[in-house]
């Protein structure tokens, strides 16, 4: 059964300081990946996806995630942290079209000034 | 486009009394799915549908809820009767071709 697993339940960063969100899945062929991000009282927004091809993939918000089949990793970046990246960060699997999108149980990230 | 609606935003109902949620999908979006998003057990898919169809109610918890679309621009979650336990945020989601889900603001739900 595919599976997602996000190590970190929550993370605290310094602004300006960078940021990497751990992302681990579980279906064995080419998996359809996604992050998104959730700010309080909000719904879920995308900020990138990886379907195929190039394996670092640039999102909205100066966000990137890196694909490595061999570590089955799909860990978001991003070289910067602003006080406004506070939120909770979700990383989805989707086989292929017609599969249900597995969701991760999120990371929560934290910014101090 | 609007992107998901999703009415009411908040609701506030009584143990016992019936509680409709309402979802308009992305016009052109084939896929609807609904979750439910609590602090204990995070994000929850409790039913897809597919042109309309339903596909995987498996997520569904109980008899109480119901779930139904019936035309491509509407659905309804529907829980009978409401218990305290369903008190969460729960989330319509649409899909394009693309795989990308679309998600809505959500309604939070609180059962007294």
């Known amino acids: 059964a595919q599976s997602v697993t996000q190590p970190d339940i929550h993370i605290t960063v310094s602004e300006g300081a960078s940021l990497e969100l751990r992302c681990n899945y579980s279906?064995?062929?080419?998996?359809?990946l996604f992050w998104y991000v959730q700010s309080p009282g909000q719904g879920l927004q995308l900020l990138l996806k990886?379907?195929?091809?190039?394996?670092l993939v640039q999102g909205i918000k100066g966000f990137e995630a890196e694909f490595k089949r061999s570590q089955s990793s799909f860990n978001l970046r991003k070289p910067s942290v602003h006080w406004s990246d506070a939120a909770e960060y979700f990383c989805?699997?989707?086989?292929?079209?017609?599969?249900?999108?597995?969701f991760g149980a999120g990371t929560r990230l934290f910014v101090k000034a | 486009d609007a992107g998901v609606i999703q009415s009411p935003r908040h609701e506030v109902t009584e143990m016992g009394q019936e509680v409709t949620l309402r979802c308009k999908p992305i016009?052109?979006?084939?896929?609807l799915f609904w979750y439910r998003q609590t602090m204990m057990r995070g994000l929850e898919l409790l039913i897809y549908?597919?042109?309309?169809?339903?596909?995987?109610d498996s997520g569904m918890p109980e008899d109480r809820f119901s779930a139904k679309m019936p035309n491509a621009s509407f659905s309804t979650l529907k829980i009978q009767p409401s218990e305290p336990r369903d008190s969460a945020v729960y989330f319509c989601?649409?899909?394009?071709?693309?795989?990308?889900?679309?998600f809505g603001p959500g309604t939070r739900l609180t059962v007294l």
């Open positions: 989601a649409s899909r394009d071709g693309g795989n990308e889900q679309f």
């Open positions: 279906y064995g062929a080419t998996p359809y």
């Open positions: 990886y379907f195929s091809g190039d394996t």
């Open positions: 989805a699997e989707g086989a292929t079209r017609g599969f249900k999108t597995i």
């Open positions: 016009s052109g979006h084939d896929y």
């Open positions: 549908f597919n042109n309309n169809v339903p596909i995987d």
